[in-house]
Nanobody, 126 residues
Framework: VQLQASGGGLVQAGGSLRLSCAASGRTSSKYAMGWFRQSPGKEREFVATVSWTGSNTKYADSMKGRLTISRDSAMPQAYLQMNSLKPEDTAVYYC????????????????????WGQGTLVTVSS
């Protein structure tokens, strides 16, 4: 599975962005998907994850209430709607996928994921 993240850009504080993660290659839909981010000098951190059916989600506490993760249940494709963005949200955002037969499983540890996209840069200006 190859993942392609897009939708990043420059936005003012308080603004919104919608990131997309498109998959190519194997066409099975049974991939839990996640978003992570990494700022300069910091480790990659969990942002949000969704089960392959879309029924279960989990968000990072630091961004809870400002995010909505969704997906296309027919294929490994996911979206991340980010609202009320803050300068500290500036980072490269990565999408990830992991095959799982469990309809409810999601993963928030980066080591649990098999496939990664190249990242998309989000810059929030103050």
């Amino acid at each position: 599975v190859q993942l392609q993240a897009s939708g990043g850009g420059l936005v003012q504080a308080g603004g919104s962005l919608r990131l997309s993660c498109a998959a190519s290659g194997r066409t099975s839909s049974k991939y839990a998907m996640g978003w992570f981010r990494q700022s300069p000098g910091k480790e990659r951190e969990f942002v949000a994850t969704v089960s392959w059916t879309g029924s279960n989600t989990k968000y990072a506490d630091s961004m809870k209430g400002r995010l909505t993760i969704s997906r296309d249940s027919a294929m490994p494709q996911a979206y991340l709607q980010m609202n009320s963005l803050k300068p500290e949200d500036t980072a490269v955002y990565y999408c990830a996928a992991r095959y799982t037969p469990s309809s409810r499983a999601y993963y928030y540890a980066s080591g649990d994921y098999t496939y990664w996209g190249q990242g998309t840069l989000v810059t929030v200006s103050s």
